[in-house]
Nanobody, 122 residues
Framework: QVQLVESGGGLVQAGGSLRLSCAAS????????IGWFRQAIGKEREFVSA????????YYGDSVKGRGTISRDNAKNTVFLQVDSLKPEDTAVYYC???????????????WGQGTQVTVSS
């Protein structure tokens, strides 16, 4: 079992940046693709970004394309997501998850973290 813990959320002004971290407790972390999703109040969970198991392939959802950068450090069992030029509509709880299947579909994920709140003020 893979336990994931997100951190790095908080309150930031529009135009600013945040770097989110997703840390795993298990060595098998390195065999999983890791994805970030977000969920705003009253909305469905939305794909944000993902990175394959060895860090060589990255994926971005339309909401952060051109503003997001995902990376991973397998030696530290950690994935990072930086989002620049933040907008109020980026406000949501951000979750990381682990999967060995399709990275853009939430139901394909086997493990989830508890989420970290990101609030962007205008």
């Amino acid at each position: 079992q893979v336990q994931l813990v997100e951190s790095g959320g908080g309150l930031v002004q529009a135009g600013g940046s945040l770097r989110l971290s997703c840390a795993a407790s298990e060595g098998s972390f390195t065999t999983y693709h890791i994805g970030w999703f977000r969920q705003a109040i009253g909305k469905e969970r939305e794909f944000v970004s993902a990175i394959n198991w060895n860090g060589k392939i990255t994926y971005y959802g339309d909401s952060v394309k051109g503003r997001g950068t995902i990376s991973r450090d397998n030696a530290k069992n950690t994935v990072f997501l930086q989002v620049d030029s933040l907008k109020p509509e980026d406000t949501a709880v951000y979750y990381c998850g682990a999967t060995r299947r399709e990275v853009s579909l939430a139901h394909q994920y086997d493990y989830w973290g508890q989420g970290t709140q990101v609030t962007v003020s205008s």
